[in-house]
């Protein structure tokens, strides 16, 4: 099984990669764009060296995350959302950013967001791998993981803030766009970044109602997402 789990985490990413790509230059009708073909390069290098990273020092991670997305005890509110993310979020963007470079061109973003997209990129990367490394319990779905005898986490960028990973995907979905020069798809970040929002507010109240300890840290680390705001 673990083996199994080890070769679906990476067919998983893989695939995802490989469809966002078709969708990004189908609905764009055309391939030579090259900031796509830099941002796709740039993030298969990123999914080969975070996987060797984070199988090094902490391959159980990698290990829950190849299993099912909707692991026993998932939340029935949260299989919603998630498919709401996957398909507006992980799909949906690189559908309007394709349209909007191949056809529409609103609001072309010049190559000074190209570097600002660059930096929030790697800075989300950075963050993501962080957590994994930290975070044994890092899965795909919100459950309370009690058949691992789920702990608070409160080492490395937990320190700093509850969610990270929630952090890092809003820096992401904003880099996006930025490194494809695509000012309609920045626009439609925030409706991504509202979803990641609310999941992080159900996700951080089902902690402190059921994770032993959650509430003590969150005396400790007072911000969910940004420190200092919320």
Same mark, same amino acid.
């Given at each position: 099984?673990?083996?199994?789990?080890? =070769? /679906? &985490?990476?067919? +998983?990413?893989?695939?995802?990669?490989?469809?966002?790509?078709?969708?990004?230059?189908?609905?764009?009708? %055309?391939?030579?764009?090259? /900031?796509?073909?830099?941002?796709?390069?740039?993030?298969?290098?990123?999914? !080969?060296?975070?996987?060797?990273? =984070?199988?090094?020092?902490?391959?159980?991670? !990698?290990?829950?995350?190849?299993?099912?997305?909707?692991? %026993?005890?998932?939340?029935?509110?949260?299989?919603? $959302?998630?498919?709401?993310?996957?398909?507006?979020?992980?799909?949906?963007?690189?559908?309007?950013?394709?349209?909007?470079?191949?056809? $529409?061109?609103?609001?072309?973003?010049?190559? %000074? &967001?190209?570097?600002?997209?660059?930096?929030?990129?790697?800075?989300?990367?950075?963050?993501?791998?962080?957590?994994?490394?930290?975070?044994?319990?890092?899965?795909?779905?919100? +459950?309370?993981?009690?058949?691992?005898?789920? +702990?608070? =986490?409160?080492?490395?960028? &937990?320190?700093?803030? +509850?969610?990270?990973?929630?952090?890092?995907? !809003?820096?992401?979905?904003?880099?996006? *766009?930025?490194?494809?020069?695509?000012?309609?798809?920045? =626009?439609?970040?925030?409706?991504? !970044?509202?979803?990641?929002?609310?999941?992080?507010?159900? %996700?951080?109240?089902?902690?402190?109602?059921?994770?032993?300890?959650?509430?003590?840290?969150?005396?400790?680390? /007072? &911000? /969910? $997402?940004? *420190?200092?705001?919320?």
């Amino acid at each position: 099984m673990v083996k199994i789990n080890l =070769i /679906r &985490y990476n067919v +998983r990413l893989f695939l995802s990669l490989l469809a966002q790509t078709i969708i990004l230059f189908a609905t764009a009708g %055309e391939i030579n764009i090259p /900031r796509a073909w830099l941002f796709l390069i740039i993030t298969f290098v990123y999914y !080969i060296s975070s996987f060797i990273i =984070i199988y090094r020092l902490n391959p159980e991670v !990698i290990y829950q995350r190849g299993g099912s997305a909707f692991a %026993e005890g998932t939340k029935n509110w949260d299989k919603y $959302i998630l498919l709401s993310y996957t398909f507006l979020g992980v799909y949906g963007q690189f559908f309007v950013a394709g349209w909007d470079l191949g056809h $529409i061109n609103f609001l072309p973003l010049g190559m %000074e &967001y190209l570097g600002l997209g660059m930096v929030l990129y790697l800075i989300s990367v950075v963050l993501v791998v962080w957590s994994l490394i930290q975070n044994p319990y890092f899965e795909a779905s919100v +459950r309370i993981q009690k058949e691992r005898g789920q +702990r608070v =986490i409160d080492s490395g960028p &937990y320190r700093l803030v +509850r969610h990270p990973g929630y952090l890092s995907g !809003i820096l992401w979905h904003m880099a996006l *766009p930025m490194i494809l020069g695509s000012g309609l798809a920045l =626009i439609y970040s925030i409706l991504i !970044i509202i979803i990641l929002i609310i999941r992080t507010y159900l %996700e951080d109240e089902t902690l402190k109602s059921e994770l032993e300890g959650y509430k003590s840290y969150t005396e400790k680390t /007072r &911000y /969910r $997402i940004l *420190p200092g705001i919320w």
